[in-house]
């Protein structure tokens, strides 16, 4: 069982050592590429939206009767024979599943696959109980010979190769075993059918608890659950209290998602019903003892919670891991403590404490990608997010987290700071747009890419020269600038204004507007970030816009998705606030979708152009077709691999995590560099920032900028 | 053909397709005496089934695949056969030298040649059999076969889950029903590298008859 690290240097030195390791790293690429794609073909026959919806709905209401289901499957299991028992938490479980082991004699287990399981320790307990415990799954059984936790939800041995597990297979076995997969595998088959035969009890465990009939179901590829609950004289089945489900129905809806969502399968080889205990030659009466442990560890009380009751909608398919880009690159041993993944962030936190989760629950890029594909539709970011700030309400700031939050409360401050900057880089710069010469001491790890430097005057003080009056404007909109825009990239800002100002629209700018707030959030600064989001509905809530227009993706995305919430309990603003989100509209969708911008309205330049889908922009605002399209029109677009995953700055992430966000840069900057493009556009200052610093970086001979730089250049007049 | 017979027709087709996408092989067939005829021929013609565990007083064979002792007399397990079809089977597999057995199958548990079951229906969107393993030999006859035969009656086959959703409940509620099982394609894994591997713990090959009514 791998350890949870506690500080985060210490976390830093682990990731270190796995970005080291290229065969993880070699097959956890192969892995993210394949899954993407094997996942888009087979949902294609079905509703993947509509189907994620049910699965939401249905959990979300389950979750609400969790004791009233609680109480009607007990009583239809036991009226068929089943005792059912409920564990407040692991001592508990563990104690109970000891002792029915200890009352029934047994001296050998075997058991299926169950995170539940793995929640508890339970393997370590029985064992230290004098009981002999063999995993029978596949991959459970090669990382308990190797005395390791799983790395993945589903493939828990995903990490290893095929050498190492032969030289684990020759220790278990004392014969030299062929490293060929096939025969491999062969040998789980030879050597575990003793261990089925041999067996006293088996330990399943519980994909779906049904109510209405007092089912439990187990859904297994290989088989091995129902040698588990046929074998051995006893079954325990061990299952969270969120498994309950009130019909077949909902379980039935589930499994049209969770093996396409876990493996890209359209049914997971083995789906077992087991209502009641049946027959059993292996007891002289015939009859299986059959025992149900259900177990609570925290599942009651969030079950009461309004926002992390969401958590139930996991079907535990490991999806959330499988799209992680930081997943992808340090492995489920770097991304969880027992649940990997996003969605085990958060279940360490609960399940396991905080002291377990504080440091893990930082390593979230926040690029939305488990979003985009949960099974329950789960919003694991926000999750994280919210976890970090409880973290600083129960634990405090760290240092940097408290500066930043005490500077940011104060408009004036922070941008008078900001402006400060511009003089206090000079030495640095060598007059251009990166820093160049910070003094290797302030960049430590960061150094892979060029740090862009404040521009000589920001976009509020260049604003008075460029504000045009338009009595006949078409639209009347407003710029939400954001900072990056305001004090490092005005240019960009300004190109919008030539685009828009040349197609009738008249663009306001409100001067009392500061940042957006999400990078208070990534750092868990809650109360600032929910100050700074008042702040900045005042400040556009003085005239009336037709759009408030925001060049920078990711406070688009804070903007129109999380302010109604953070804002949910300043009933003064209420009105205000839903008609600013609604207002929010990046700049790609308004100038295709509103003003209806198209290649007539360029002077087409014939230059390659590629693109780099924005997290917060593809993910966050759903916004696929009008970047492109756009370039299309003003350019010739050059498609790139793995448009749409992160660039790896997740505003502080990079500065939390410059090790992976380095690496996930390294991948991007690989995949644009095949495209052979002169030109990479992208929707967001941030991503900017990461890219046009690491192509500097790297003399890669490419322009980076924003949307709105291309379309001004070849706009028209 | 009528619209009805069209229907059917497409379900059928999607089931082979989905069910051929795992890994099973589909045959279909007239009627349950060529399906039984089936059975045989396919004991007969694959290598003997390798012991696994130890089984006292049982012949042995030369090594099989995996380096384990091999069964002299081969053995079909047919639960699930109604007494006319399991003395058609047992009359047949005689004749081949072969054991033929309907109960007692933990006997075996270490290794046996071919299981033979009824499917209660079949789902076609992931070629899916769905089994009534309400008796140990039942669940026995899909686990500890080297290959599965399924015989499934083409008009049971529905599109979906959903679709089925009510028989399965129905099926669950009937008095003694404690294990139901839906089945699609051999025992598989990919816990090694990503790599597809069939028969890890149950069968090596899911064979499904589809039959006429």
């Known amino acids: 069982m791998q350890e949870a690290p506690t500080t985060l240097s210490e976390y830093r030195k682990q990731i270190d050592s796995a970005l080291q390791d290229e065969f993880l790293r070699r097959t956890l690429d192969t892995f993210a590429v394949a899954y993407r794609a094997n996942r888009e073909t087979i949902f294609k026959e079905v509703d993947e939206r509509a189907l994620i919806n049910q699965i939401a709905e249905a959990r979300d209401k389950a979750c609400k009767r969790m004791e009233e289901l609680y109480a009607q499957f007990r009583e239809q299991a036991e009226k068929r024979g089943v005792r059912v028992h409920r564990a407040r938490d692991a001592a508990e479980a563990n104690g109970i599943i000891a002792r029915i082991a200890r009352d029934n004699n047994v ?18 307990h029985l064992i230290a109980d004098n009981l002999i415990v063999d995993e029978t799954d596949l991959g459970e059984w090669i990382i308990q010979l190797r005395h390791e936790g799983p790395s993945h939800m589903v493939m828990p041995a995903i990490h290893l190769s095929r050498y190492q597990v032969a030289d684990d297979f020759t220790k278990a076995t004392g014969v030299k075993q062929d490293t060929d997969i096939q025969k491999l595998v062969k040998v789980a088959r030879v050597q575990l059918r003793r261990k089925f035969i041999q067996a006293d009890m088996g330990i399943s465990g519980c994909n779906f608890a049904v109510a209405e009939n007092g089912a439990i179901s187990t859904v297994t ?42 493996t890209a399968q359209r049914l997971t080889t083995y789906v077992s019903w087991i209502r009641g205990a049946g027959p059993c030659a292996a007891n002289p009466d015939d009859k299986k003892i059959l025992h149900v442990v259900f177990l609570d560890n925290g599942r009651t009380e969030i079950a009461k919670d309004p926002l992390f009751s969401q958590i139930f909608r996991c079907v535990r398919c490991g999806a959330c891991a499988n799209v992680c880009p930081v997943y992808r690159l340090v492995g489920g041993h770097k991304m969880g403590y027992v649940y990997i993944g996003a969605i085990g962030l958060i279940l360490t936190y609960f399940f396991h404490g905080k002291d377990k989760a504080k440091v893990l629950c930082q390593n979230c890029v926040g690029c939305e990608a488990c979003k985009s594909v949960c099974a329950g539709g789960i919003d694991l970011p926000l999750l994280i997010r919210e976890i970090r700030s409880r973290l600083t309400d129960e634990q405090g700031s760290d240092a940097q987290a408290a500066l930043l939050a005490s500077v940011m409360k104060n408009r004036t401050l922070f941008h008078s700071l900001l402006k400060f900057a511009k003089y206090a880089q000079k030495p640095f710069t060598g007059g251009t747009q990166f820093q160049r010469h910070l003094p290797a001491m302030f960049l430590g790890r960061h150094g892979f890419k060029a740090l862009p430097a404040i521009a000589g005057k920001s976009f509020r003080d260049r604003w008075p020269e460029l504000e045009r009056k338009m009595p006949e404007a078409k639209f009347k909109v407003a710029f939400f600038s954001g900072c990056a825009q305001d004090f490092v990239y005005p240019e960009q800002l300004e190109d919008a204004v030539k685009v828009l100002a040349a197609k009738g629209v008249e663009v306001d700018f409100p001067f009392e507007q500061t940042c957006c707030g999400l990078p208070l959030e990534m750092m868990g600064q809650r109360k600032t970030s929910v100050d700074v989001a008042a702040q900045n509905v005042r400040a556009f809530s003085h005239k009336r816009y037709d759009a408030v227009i925001t060049l920078c993706a990711s406070c688009a995305s804070h903007l129109k998705h999380n302010y109604q919430a953070l804002l949910s309990g300043n009933s003064a603003l209420l009105a205000q606030t839903k008609e600013f989100t609604e207002k929010i509209t990046d700049f790609s969708s308004f100038v295709y979708d509103k003003l209806g911008l198209r290649a007539e309205d360029f002077n087409n330049s014939g ?32 498609p790139c691999e793995e448009e749409d995953v992160c660039c790896g700055f997740g505003g502080t992430y990079s500065m939390k995590f410059p090790e992976i966000s380095a690496r996930l840069l390294e991948n991007k900057l690989n995949n644009i560099r095949k495209t052979g493009a002169a030109r990479l556009v992208v929707d967001c200052p941030g991503c900017v920032m990461q890219l046009r610093g690491g192509a500097e970086k790297q003399g890669i001979n490419i322009r980076v900028d924003h949307v709105a730089d291309l379309l001004a250049e070849n706009l028209k007049r | 053909m009528t619209l009805t017979d069209s229907i059917t027709r497409q379900t059928v087709e999607t089931f082979i397709a989905k069910a051929t996408a795992v890994n099973a092989v589909v045959q279909e067939l007239p009627a349950i005496p060529a399906a039984l005829q089936y059975v045989v021929d396919v004991c007969e013609s694959k290598t003997p089934a390798e012991i696994l565990a130890d089984e006292p007083g049982t012949e042995q064979g030369p090594p099989g695949p995996n380096n384990q002792p091999t069964r002299v007399k081969r053995i079909v397990a047919a639960p699930d056969l109604n007494d006319e079809e399991f003395a058609t089977l047992s009359a047949a597999c005689e004749e081949k030298g072969f054991l033929c057995i309907r109960e007692g199958l933990r006997k075996y548990v270490a290794g046996f040649d071919v299981g033979v079951s009824k499917a209660l229906l079949g789902v076609a969107a992931s070629g899916t059999c769905m089994m009534n393993t309400d008796r140990e030999d039942s669940r026995l006859a899909g686990m500890i076969s080297e290959i599965h035969i399924i015989l499934l009656r083409k008009s049971a086959i529905y599109p979906d889950l959903p ?12 008095a003694p029903a404690t294990y139901t099982t839906l089945i699609s394609g051999p025992s598989r894994t990919a816990d090694i590298e990503r790599v597809a591997a069939v028969g890890v713990h149950g069968p090596l090959e899911l064979h499904i008859i589809l039959l006429e009514d």
């Open chain 1, 107 to 124: 001296r050998r287990i075997v058991k299926s696959k169950s995170m539940t399981a793995e929640e508890i320790h339970l393997n370590d």
């Open chain 1, 607 to 638: 230059q390659k152009v590629t693109y780099h889908a924005s997290c917060h922009l593809c993910r966050g605002l759903g916004v696929k077709e009008a970047p492109r399209e756009l370039i299309r029109a003003a350019g010739v677009y050059e």
């Open chain 1, 221 to 262: 590829n290989e088989g091995n659950a129902r040698m588990v609950t046929t074998l051995p004289r006893v079954h325990v089945a061990v299952a969270g209290l969120d498994k309950l489900t009130p019909t077949l129905d909902e379980a039935l809806t589930a499994l049209l998602v969770l093996p396409r969502n876990a």
């Open chain 2, 163 to 174: 679709s089925m959703a009510q028989l399965l409940r129905e099926r669950m509620n009937e």
